[in-house]
């Protein structure tokens, strides 16, 4: 498995992948993937990263957003995190999580967040087992396109090197 930048090349086997997480039912309040333009210019001059599997395909994509455009936050960013399903459970999330978090101190990010819907279990063991901690419940935080009322855990991890001083 390889990684490499996001690039609109791949957006069309990332969106579908996005797809396959929103049609689950438990990766995200979207109630479709955005184009190429929406995702690229939600998340300007943050990390985004594939994964490739030995024949080049795009396995799963990692990419963080800015929590708020605000100058004291700067060094906050929310990540979003997804595998094809054929081959979830194998290393893929860890892989790309791992990338994202290292490529987000790079980028001078001190926290990176995660909301994770309660019933995702595969989401929330890795994200603690990469040191994300739980910091909060967002009660009835979003409406489903159907209607339906979710909660989310908030999840962070700060980092041990960026913002220290």
């Known amino acids: 498995m390889t990684l490499a930048p996001l690039t ?25 993937a955005p184009t190429w333009e929406q995702f690229v ?7 985004a990263i594939v994964a490739r599997g030995r024949g080049g395909d795009v396995l799963g994509w990692a990419a963080l957003s800015r929590t708020s455009a605000r100058p004291v936050y700067r060094g906050v ?13 194998r290393g893929v ?5 791992s990338e994202l978090l ?3 101190e790079r980028a001078a990010f001190w926290t990176v967040e995660a909301g994770i ?9 890795l994200h603690e087992r990469l040191g ?9 935080i979003g409406q489903m396109p159907d209607g339906r009322w979710r909660d989310v855990l908030l999840y962070e991890r700060r980092s041990l090197t960026v913002g220290q001083r």
């Open 8 to 32: 609109a090349e791949d957006w069309p086997t990332a969106a579908r992948i996005f797809e396959a997480g929103i049609a689950a039912g438990n990766a995200t309040f979207e109630a479709q």
């Open 77 to 89: 960013g929310a990540v979003s995190i997804y595998v094809d399903p054929p081959v979830a459970r």
């Open 117 to 125: 819907f309660p019933e995702n279990i595969a989401s929330i063991a």
């Open 41 to 47: 210019g939600a998340r300007a001059g943050c990390p």
């Open 93 to 97: 999330g860890s892989l790309l999580l």
């Open 132 to 140: 994300f901690r739980l910091v909060g419940v967002r009660t009835r």
């Open 102 to 104: 290292e490529a987000a």
